[in-house]
């Protein structure tokens, strides 16, 4: 005959046993209710009790073990610490951070003292925001946005070349050159071998690309952007001149 369990009254860590509760745990496990030291009830498994994995309703894991530094107070970037806030999976201490912004947000101790983490993530729009400003007012030639024509192929692409797209028709497999420029997308040609095709996009990368890098660049004093009758008539208009 299996002997009765009665753990009413008994003390296992910070919790007090009431009895045994109506609820039942995985597996249809007894529960019992207990009362926490910090005044919260919780329930818990007489394995639970009996080898120490429930000490308390959970109020233990904020506060910081004895060998975690108080960052209480701290001000790091533009966050202030106000008190822990637990820890995670892996033990690393958690703080509960005030933002000069207003915002509050929960943050590691390790990568506050690294500096990885200065702000509620306000900074990051800040810092999006000064990218788009630099990227509009000084890395823009004539409407173009010049980083953008040197980006690198996107990952979903199916050659692994920009502008160059893979087509199958009635069997025959062909590629199509294509490139943009002040949002038009122009057709290069249609090119059987890919190494073709290849070729084909880097002549019009240097066509309609390369004069705004080197714009950029500073290689050239000024962009010469006229369309080539207005070049052609003040070439003759410096002939007459002559």
């Known amino acids: 005959m299996i002997k009765k369990i009665d753990l009413t009254g008994k003390h296992f860590g910070n919790l007090t046993v009431i009895g045994v509760s109506e609820k039942r745990g995985h597996n249809n ?9 910090c005044g919260n009830d919780t329930t818990a498994t007489t394995t639970q009790l009996e080898k120490g994995l429930r000490k308390s309703c959970g109020c233990l894991r904020k506060k910081s073990p004895s060998n975690v530094n108080d960052l209480t107070g701290q001000k790091f970037g533009k966050l202030t610490v106000l008190e822990r806030a637990g820890k995670t999976k892996n033990d690393n201490a958690l703080w509960l951070c005030k933002c000069d912004c207003g915002n509050t947000t929960v943050a590691m101790g390790t990568s506050l003292r690294r500096g990885d983490t200065i702000s509620c993530g306000c900074l990051k729009s800040d810092q999006i925001d000064n990218a788009r400003k630099v990227l ?107």
Do not use: F
Not at 29 to 37: E, R
Not at 175 to 195: C, F, P
């Open 29 to 37: 496990a007894v529960l019992w209710d207990c009362k926490c030291s």
């Open 136 to 242: 509009l007012e000084d890395k823009t030639v004539d409407g173009v946005q010049v980083p953008l024509l040197t980006k690198k192929v996107r990952s979903d692409s199916k050659t692994g070349y920009k502008g160059i797209t893979r087509r199958v028709k009635n069997g025959n497999e062909y590629y199509e050159v294509y490139i943009g420029l002040k949002g038009k997308r122009h057709y290069i040609g249609s090119y059987k071998d890919i190494k073709a095709a290849i070729q084909a996009r880097r002549e019009a990368e240097r066509k309609y690309h390369q004069p705004y890098i080197q714009a950029l660049e500073g290689k050239k004093p000024k962009l010469d952007l006229s369309c080539g009758h207005k070049r052609h008539k003040k070439e003759m208009g410096n002939e007459n001149e002559k």
